[in-house]
């Protein structure tokens, strides 16, 4: 290997930060994307973020789901640069059927930026994925939106975030009041204040930095003074960041600001490049041993996240987004499974905020994209010997279960395939019952029913409805036991069915009867997860 390949194994990884956004649908996600995209010179005018979205849409139809119930469905990577570091930011859907989609982002993410709307603290879909968060311990740095409104006391919101999301919480700024009181934020640990300015001609708001002793000239309320100078002297109590806390997902540092008004995202910024873990050691599995993969080993590894499907019509492609792990990997290279399945890589495509690029040569922590026709799944591992087999991305049992029935019988073989490619590219779960030609699809919510409804219209040209079957529940079975497996699954072929893995799933009328079997059969675990890696 020429030595200037192994500097830059050395020296790239380090440079990349891997991030997600995550919040409750309107807490500010979309905007503050577009303004940190903004501030970083990634894109030079507002609206390219939903510009873009609006020319996807126009490509694929049944995003018109997403347009009319306001959420993002479909996740993508945003490539910017900033403090000469390369940031990777994950955009994860919104909506809470979509949680199984998002815990694959984040997956792949090292970091998340948590944001909260001032007037509305932790609403319910901030917890699910704070929680999807903590089951891999990611760290969190808080962002708390529209301080241009008024909103709570940041005390009472710092109270709460310890309080529901059992975390340390450091501010790292103090606001001085909001929406038409505010006055600016101060940095804690520098004693910077952060002067807002009112618009100027343009419209632009800003945050300009003065002297902290300075600050009696720009508050115009004595009052007002006094109660920031005492608030911020309390919020010092609060402690000192600690970075180690930070990256082992115990302690966030809270940031302030508004995405909309433009103040406080540059901060933002800035503490990501400051805090954000680079690529960290990735468990694996190496020839039947548990290894740790680094950023800086030579084998290039990584895994597929995400699957999407069609992303363009005229060619049915489907796109494998793999987080690199390791390795310098180069355009043209082949790559295998961990089922030693072959794939080369011809035409790897790098993300940015507006364009899409073909990758010459990628490190740990980037995300390519991989055209292919179906050969990978969301959970493969990738890597040049094959051998690597990272640690798992699970499958989680349906909440929803439903039949798919064709207006058109002759079309069954279509539906089929359409159901397969959907359940491959991860949008819901197929499981096709031991008894009958049935097609059950199974998903955590009733709005992925709704999308693959629409994307079977749009993309297979297929009429179909969704019909509540007899089962409503999913449990994968497995034992220690392969006879006994057997020999469960054989007893109770009406009950029993297989995912699209051919993995046995036993699917029952209620949960009573999941109950009931597992008592009756102490040896079999019915599992409401299933490692896909
Ligand atoms: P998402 O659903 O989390 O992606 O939220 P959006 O970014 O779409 O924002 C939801 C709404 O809140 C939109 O009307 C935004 O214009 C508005 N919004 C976002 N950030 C701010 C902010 O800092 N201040 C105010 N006043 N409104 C904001």
Redesign the pocket.
Known sequence: MPPFMSNALQTEPGKRRVFAII????????????NMLLASGAIHAAGQVAARGEARRTQSDWMKIEQER???VSSSVMTFEHADLIFNLLDTP?HEDFSEDTYRTLTAADCAVM?L?VAKGIEPQTLKLFEVCRLRDIPIITFI?????EGHDPFELISEIQDKLALDVIPMQWPAASGRRFKGISDLRTGQFLRFVKPDDDGEHSLTPVDGTDIVDHFDDDDLLEEFLEEQELAKEYGEFNAQSFREGHMTPVYF?????KFGVRELIDALAEFAPPPQAEKAVKAGQDVEILPTSKDVAGFVFKVQANMDLNHRDRVAFLRLCSGEFKRGMKLKTAENKTISVHNPILFFAQDRELAENAYAGDVIGIPNHGALRVGDSLSETGKIKFAGIPNFAPEILRRARLADPLKAKHLRKALESLAEEGVTQLFKPSLGADMIVGAVGSLQIDVMRERIKTEYGLEVTFESPLYQTARWVTSDNPEILKAFVDKNTANMGEDIDGAPVFLAKSAWDVGYAQDKNPDIRFMTTKERR
């Open positions: 919040s409750h649908p309107d807490a500010g996600k979309t905007t503050l994307t577009e306001g959420i993002s919104g944001v709307d939106n529209k301080l241009d409104r600001g508004s995405a909309l008004r």
